[in-house]
């Protein structure tokens, strides 16, 4: 499809297996890319030459941190630089930028990997801790339009930032022109969000996203018990792309219609088929029947 490319995270493949082999499953599957990013002492050129070993573009990278903390500031500035320089090196001109909190304990006395899936007001960052994510995530933006990298916002079940509430919270406390989205369509499912409606209402600021699909039984028996992230987890929540409820044909079209171009990255972080191979395959298949 002409101005978007499609690739495969990583995250499926567990960590003992060999990063060679994961890219060569990734390239097996059928797939353009795979996200990159800063790693150890390794070399942009180094990573860069891994991936063209295996016919792999690399892919925006994800840069997820508790940016809501004023006293990690200085670091996480720091850390936005070498991810900035790094993509800018790779060709890159997108980058995730996350928050992380999965055992962040809010008023409620829950932790956030506890509340996933079934958030509640008092389960949210205070109004100080939002005010140091806005500032902080305005000024990574700056950082990385420095080197002709838009920052992505990327929603996380699990993490302080989930629900259409809190996401749209924070997103009125960033610039536009600094801080831009991509969404990650699972996870904004399995929040609670209308998908569709999300994305026709920031079509515009959307550079690029996270693929993925949700078995709507497993949500709602999960929601139901309460379950924690690593319970929907384990019972399926993540399926393969066009195995679950997420209208991706409706989605596609809407932000093509706005003018995207970029990367779509699909994704199940956790799958129940035999292999992460299969896995990929699977949903590669699917994203071809659609167009893409």
Known sequence: MAGIEVGCGQITWDNATPEEQVLAD?????????????????????????????????????????????????????????????????GLTELYVAPGGFDYVAQSGRTRRQSA??????????????????DTLNEVGEITLRE??????????????????????????????????????GHLAWAGVDVVTFCRRYADRIKTMHVKDIDPKVLAQG??????????????????????????PTIFAIVRAAGFEGWLIAETD?????????????????LKSIGF
């Not at 079934?118 to 389960?123: A, C, G, N, S």
């Not at 987890?233 to 209208?247: M, P, S």
């Not at 088929?273 to 949903?283: D, G, I, K």
């Open 223 to 248: 929601r139901a018990q309460e379950w924690d992230y690593g319970i929907f987890a384990k019972n399926g929540i993540f399926t393969e792309l066009g195995e679950g409820f997420v209208d991706f």
């Open 148 to 185: 002709g990298v838009r920052s992505c916002f990327h929603n996380h079940v699990g993490t302080v930032i989930e629900t259409l509430d809190e996401i749209e919270r924070l997103l009125g406390l960033v610039d536009p022109t600094r801080i831009f989205l991509g969404p990650d369509t």
């Open 26 to 90: 990734i390239a097996a599957a059928g797939y353009a890319g795979a996200p990159a990013g800063p790693r150890g002492d390794r070399s942009t050129r180094e990573l860069m030459a891994l991936f063209e070993r295996y016919g792999l573009k690399p892919a925006p990278g994800y840069f997820g941190a508790d940016f809501w903390k004023k006293e990690l500031r200085a670091g996480l500035l720091e850390q936005a630089r070498k991810q900035a320089a790094f993509a800018r090196e790779a």
């Open 270 to 286: 956790v799958t129940q088929r035999p292999t992460a191979l299969e896995s990929a395959r699977v949903s590669r298949e699917y």
């Open 117 to 134: 899936g079934h958030v509640r007001p008092d389960d949210a960052l205070t109004d100080e801790e939002y005010r140091v994510f806005g």
